[in-house]
């Protein structure tokens, strides 16, 4: 039993070598033999050119429909111009100083 899976084991490893090898060789062949495709050129004739642009298109019922946007504003400023300089007395009681306070 021990000498099947032996002579099993040595016939899955040429086995697997031998399609290795063939499957790179079909996949060589493959690249290396066909050239590779040539770009093709538009062939230019003498009907070929300067063309004009029709814009009465642009007059249509459908154009005229689209919906124009305003000019998007810059957001309002918020927040201190260096938010990693130490806060200051005025900023932690909101603007006003300690006297302002203690009257309300």
């Given at each position: 039993m021990e000498l099947n899976k032996v002579q099993e084991s040595k016939v899955l490893k040429y086995l697997s070598v031998v399609l290795g090898i063939a499957a790179l060789l079909i996949l060589l062949s493959r690249f290396l033999s066909s050239p590779p495709p040539k770009a093709k050129m538009p062939i230019l004739t003498e009907k070929s050119g300067i063309k004009e642009v029709d814009f009465n298109f642009l007059k249509g019922p459908l154009i005229k429909d689209f919906i124009l946007f305003e000019k998007v504003q810059q957001p309002e400023e918020m927040?201190?111009?260096?938010?990693?300089?130490?806060?200051?007395?005025?900023?932690?009681?909101g603007g006003k100083s300690s006297g302002e306070q203690e009257k309300k």
């Open positions: 927040g201190r111009t260096n938010p990693f300089s130490p806060v200051s007395a005025k900023a932690k009681s």
